[in-house]
């Protein structure tokens, strides 16, 4: 192992205080992302006489955008997981050649949404709504997110490699200038103000994606100019089959596990529109609030990504052990900090969207109920991160079906046939984590046993 690789903070610095300063700016540009794309929904439940039908539009379109996110948040932890682990062997050409195939995947991962923005959103929308207003809105909004997806798609693959490197203050920097442009613009371009015409959700659309393609210039700015540890020259986007083999092999569960969200909720809005489109209206919001705290739960995953794959690559058990831990402790505050502010504010929070009473109302009985999953769910998080970053993406992938498909879907489609469904039915979210976490302890026992406790101890 050269002495360069173990300069590196991620192999040196103590965890705990290494997870936070790695996972702070993550935390905050994770939340900043699920603050602007809970704007886009705040903006348009504003739009005179049309708010609930608005709302319920980008309902129908975030399965798509989701998908979106888990492909290239996949393919970015396939990325992470093998960038961190070869920096931690000192093998600069190899982690220089994964980045440069990184980018090159992401390129043909927007071509493929560029097709199906193209000439598929119609057939998706109409999949899940009858409603002409709602159709038309939310094939005018999910169209022009896909045909200019390249911001979104290109930006998170150059955001991985900025993490995998441990510069995660810039990564954060990049986020948050691309989430403060969509900020603004959205009243801008939604309502006609300064002088800009009136657009409606297109504008809301088009500010979305002109927030994405800023973040993206910033990404690829700091990764050319800041990235030392690796070459970034651009002959390395030469496609090579043996690593593009080796970053699905561990990001093609991360991008099932990932879709596994999208697909949840295109399932969950076709069972929730049986008892009535306010319901789907107010899981929609819900969702989109419930995001703050799960994306900073997403966020300290990422920093805790690389941490244990770069030790991995190390073979150092103890900093692997203390890495864990901690996240586990982390994650567990931090949802169970979110579940209590949601019991306490949800209301207050919920009465920014104008929406009817009865959405407003439902929306605030999801928030009673499935926030009792949330610590659950924040050590589930980390267990499928730190599998990512071990290489053993299967096992990440089983737990997230447990949570997000194999048990919620059908339990919903049970509880919507009895009377008061709109009630209760959103206990199915929370049982799923219980289950989920009960197999994410399984697992680890038997990872630490076969992977973690052959390692050495360097007690850094």
Same mark, same amino acid.
């Given at each position: 192992?050269?002495?360069?690789?173990?300069?590196?903070?991620?192999?040196?610095?103590?965890?705990?205080?290494?997870?936070?300063?790695?996972?702070?700016?993550?935390?905050?540009?994770?939340?900043?992302?699920?603050?602007?794309?809970?704007?886009?929904?705040?903006?348009?439940?504003?739009?005179?006489?049309?708010?609930?039908?608005?709302?319920?539009?980008?309902?129908?379109?975030?399965?798509?955008?989701?998908?979106?996110?888990?492909?290239?948040?996949?393919?970015?932890?396939?990325?992470?997981?093998?960038?961190?682990?070869?920096?931690?062997?000192?093998?600069?050409?190899?982690?220089?050649?994964?980045?440069?195939?990184?980018?090159?995947? &992401?390129?043909?991962?927007?071509?493929?949404?560029?097709?199906?923005?193209?000439?598929?959103?119609?057939?998706?929308?109409?999949?899940?709504?009858?409603?002409?207003?709602?159709?038309?809105?939310?094939?005018?909004?999910?169209?022009?997110?896909?045909?200019?997806?390249?911001?979104?798609?290109?930006?998170?693959?150059?955001?991985?490699?900025?993490?995998?490197?441990?510069?995660?203050?810039?990564?954060?920097?990049?986020?948050?200038?691309?989430?403060?442009?969509?900020?603004?613009?959205?009243?801008?371009?939604?309502?006609?103000?300064?002088?800009?015409?009136?657009?409606?959700?297109?504008?809301?659309?088009?500010?979305?994606?002109?927030?994405?393609?800023?973040?993206?210039?910033?990404?690829?700015?700091?990764?050319?100019?800041?990235?030392?540890?690796?070459?970034?020259?651009?002959?390395?986007?030469?496609?090579?089959?043996?690593?593009?083999?080796?970053?699905?092999?561990?990001?093609?569960?991360?991008?099932?596990?990932?879709?596994?969200?999208?697909?949840?909720?295109?399932?969950?809005?076709?069972?929730?529109?049986?008892?009535?489109?306010?319901?789907?209206?107010?899981?929609?919001?819900?969702?989109?609030?419930?995001?703050?705290?799960?994306?900073?739960?997403?966020?300290?995953?990422?920093?805790?990504?690389?941490?244990?794959?770069?030790?991995?690559?190390?073979?150092?058990?103890?900093?692997?052990?203390?890495?864990?831990?901690?996240?586990?402790?982390?994650?567990?505050?931090?949802?169970?900090?979110?579940?209590?502010?949601?019991?306490?504010?949800?209301?207050?929070?919920?009465?920014?969207?104008?929406?009817?009473?009865?959405?407003?109302?439902? &929306?605030?009985?999801?928030?009673?109920?499935?926030?009792?999953?949330?610590?659950?769910?924040?050590?589930?998080?980390?267990?499928?991160?730190?599998?990512?970053?071990?290489?053993?993406?299967?096992?990440?992938?089983?737990? &997230? &079906?447990?949570?997000?498909?194999?048990?919620?879907?059908?339990?919903?489609?049970?509880?919507?046939?009895?009377?008061?469904?709109?009630?209760?039915?959103?206990?199915?979210?929370?049982?799923?984590?219980?289950?989920?976490?009960?197999?994410?302890?399984?697992?680890?026992?038997?990872?630490?046993?076969?992977?973690?406790?052959?390692?050495?101890?360097?007690?850094?």
């Amino acid at each position: 192992m050269s002495e360069k690789a173990i300069t590196n903070k991620m192999g040196v610095q103590p965890i705990g205080g290494l997870i936070l300063k790695m996972g702070v700016p993550m935390i905050l540009s994770m939340m900043l992302q699920a603050f602007y794309n809970i704007v886009d929904s705040y903006f348009v439940s504003n739009m005179e006489g049309v708010g609930d039908a608005a709302v319920n539009a980008l309902t129908l379109a975030f399965p798509i955008q989701a998908l979106m996110v888990a492909i290239g948040i996949g393919t970015g932890v396939g990325v992470n997981s093998l960038l961190s682990r070869y920096l931690g062997m000192g093998d600069k050409e190899k982690a220089s050649r994964i980045a440069g195939n990184a980018i090159f995947l &992401s390129i043909c991962t927007y071509i493929l949404f560029l097709i199906f923005g193209l000439f598929f959103v119609d057939a998706y929308i109409s999949s899940q709504t009858a409603d002409p207003l709602i159709r038309e809105m939310g094939n005018s909004y999910l169209s022009i997110c896909c045909i200019y997806s390249f911001g979104s798609v290109i930006y998170m693959i150059y955001e991985k490699l900025i993490q995998g490197t441990g510069k995660t203050v810039l990564s954060t920097i990049a986020q948050i200038s691309g989430a403060l442009t969509n900020i603004v613009l959205d009243p801008i371009m939604i309502f006609g103000l300064l002088g800009c015409p009136k657009m409606g959700i297109e504008g809301a659309a088009i500010a979305t994606v002109i927030g994405q393609v800023v973040s993206l210039i910033l990404g690829m700015i700091f990764h050319h100019t800041k990235n030392k540890e690796i070459d970034t020259s651009f002959a390395y986007l030469l496609p090579d089959r043996r690593i593009i083999a080796d970053i699905y092999r561990v990001g093609v569960p991360a991008i099932i596990m990932q879709a596994l969200m999208s697909v949840m909720t295109y399932c969950v809005n076709i069972i929730f529109v049986r008892i009535s489109g306010s319901v789907v209206t107010a899981y929609g919001i819900y969702f989109k609030i419930q995001q703050f705290v799960f994306f900073a739960a997403f966020g300290l995953n990422n920093a805790i990504i690389p941490i244990v794959a770069f030790n991995y690559g190390m073979k150092d058990k103890d900093r692997i052990k203390r890495a864990i831990r901690c996240g586990m402790i982390y994650n567990a505050v931090i949802m169970l900090i979110g579940a209590v502010l949601l019991q306490l504010f949800g209301d207050h929070i919920i009465g920014l969207f104008d929406v009817s009473a009865e959405v407003q109302a439902l &929306s605030m009985r999801a928030i009673h109920i499935i926030t009792f999953g949330y610590v659950f769910a924040g050590v589930n998080v980390i267990f499928q991160g730190v599998f990512q970053a071990l290489g053993e993406g299967f096992k990440s992938l089983i737990i &997230s &079906s447990v949570r997000l498909l194999i048990v919620v879907i059908p339990l919903a489609a049970f509880l919507t046939t009895l009377p008061g469904a709109e009630n209760f039915v959103w206990i199915a979210f929370p049982i799923a984590e219980a289950c989920g976490l009960v197999v994410s302890v399984i697992f680890m026992i038997r990872t630490s046993k076969r992977k973690i406790a052959q390692l050495g101890d360097r007690h850094r």
